[in-house]
T-cell receptor, first 113, second 112 residues
Framework: KAGVTQTPRYLIKTRGQQVTLSCSPI?????VSWYQQTPGQGLQFLFE???????NKGNFPGRFSGRQFSNSRSEMNVSTLELGDSALYLC????????????FGQGTRLTVV | DAKTTQPPSMDCAEGRAANLPCNHS???????VYWYRQIHSQGPQYIIH???NNETNEMASLIITEDRKSSTLILPHATLRDTAVYYC?????????????FGGGTRLMVKP
């Protein structure tokens, strides 16, 4: 069974631009969560989607948004990029919301210059 | 979700047991203890979870104290590939969500 796939793996963007990251969960999984990892703040929860609906949201500004499609694939978007948005963005998939186990992808490394 | 406290780093000799402690003194009755690890440049990996009984799987054992205020993750025969950051997370199952609150974790270095 294929794991969680995140694309692209690496990305360089300029301040002020916007970016879209993609996550394909494990087949049959309907919940997708997104996390940001930085050296200073560690791993922080962004949001969770289940059945195309946002279920939980972390403490991030409105520039961070996401969505989930009917096939459970998810995208997250960051608008008006800032230098501080440089981070590893991780996606986790679970069978359903409230699951005991989350499976993480390899992440997308975003660098904002 | 309750907060956890872990030592920032630990060393372990290859082949020996690695015992990673975690304090969660404010844990509530319906909260579980989860362990994840993150090997460098990879996403976190689920290891094990428990409520109050000790648990064991093919990766590790989880020992939870009777008062549930602390727990220990045991890797019985650590290998070099177990070098990673280990996160102890406390989470309830009644919040109808999959949010995980990661702390700083313990950086385990397994040495030859």
């Amino acid at each position: 069974k294929a794991g969680v796939t995140q694309t692209p793996r690496y990305l360089i963007k300029t301040r002020g631009q916007q970016v879209t990251l993609s996550c394909s969960p494990i087949s049959g999984h309907r919940s997708v969560s997104w996390y940001q990892q930085t050296p200073g703040q560690g791993l922080q929860f962004l949001f969770e989607y289940f059945s195309e609906t946002q279920r939980n949201k972390g403490n991030f500004p409105g520039r961070f948004s996401g969505r989930q499609f009917s096939n459970s694939r998810s995208e997250m978007n960051v608008s008006t990029l800032e230098l501080g948005d440089s981070a590893l963005y991780l996606c986790a998939s679970s069978v359903q919301t409230g699951s005991t186990e989350a499976f993480f992808g390899q992440g997308t490394r975003l660098t904002v210059v | 979700d309750a907060k956890t406290t872990q030592p920032p780093s630990m060393d372990c000799a290859e082949g020996r047991a690695a015992n990673l402690p975690c304090n969660h003194s404010t844990i509530s009755g319906n909260e579980y203890v989860y362990w994840y690890r993150q090997i460098h440049s990879q996403g976190p990996q689920y290891i094990i979870h428990g409520l109050k009984n000790n648990e064991t799987n093919e990766m590790a054992s989880l020992i939870i104290t009777e008062d549930r205020k602390s727990s220990t993750l045991i890797l019985p025969h650590a290998t070099l590939r177990d070098t990673a950051v280990y996160y102890c997370i406390v989470r309830g199952h009644n919040n109808a969500g999959n949010m995980l609150t990661f702390g700083g974790g313990t950086r385990l270095m397994v040495k030859p």
